[in-house]
């Protein structure tokens, strides 16, 4: 069993910045993956970022590549999505999601999942 908790959220403008915090407890394993979601409002969950749990591997949705970054902390089992440049559609709840396996991509393909953080960015 595995629990995810989501921290960071908050309003900002366009432009500005913000690092959510999702913290992991249980038992991960180095091939799980620990993946972002941007859910928008009235719009599915959608990909954003993931890393592996031994933080060899990420994988970013091309609209923000070069604008967000996803680490890993192994000190506090804490993995972490700097958001910067942000712009008004990026507005939405993130959630952060553990996967076992299939592709990273697909929000059916994860375990569990957090209670997710409001992102607001206003224009």
């Known amino acids: 069993q595995v629990q995810l908790v989501e921290t960071g959220g908050g309003m900002v403008q366009t432009g500005g910045s913000l690092t959510l915090s999702c913290a992991a407890s249980?038992?991960?394993?180095?091939?799980?993956?620990l993946g972002w979601f941007h859910q928008a409002p009235g719009r599915e969950r959608a990909f954003v970022a993931a890393?592996?749990?031994?933080?060899?591997?990420?994988q970013y949705r091309d609209s923000v590549k070069g604008r967000f970054t996803i680490s890993r902390d192994s000190a506090r089992n804490t993995v972490a999505l700097q958001m910067n440049n942000l712009e008004p559609e990026d507005t939405g709840v993130y959630y952060c999601?553990?996967?076992?396996?299939?592709?990273?991509?697909?929000?059916?393909?994860?375990?569990?999942w957090g209670q997710g953080t409001q992102v607001t960015v206003s224009s």
């Open positions: 890393i592996t749990w031994d933080a060899e591997e990420t």
């Open positions: 249980g038992r991960m394993l180095p091939y799980f993956v």
């Open positions: 999601g553990v996967r076992r396996s299939g592709s990273y991509v697909f929000p059916r393909n994860y375990d569990y």
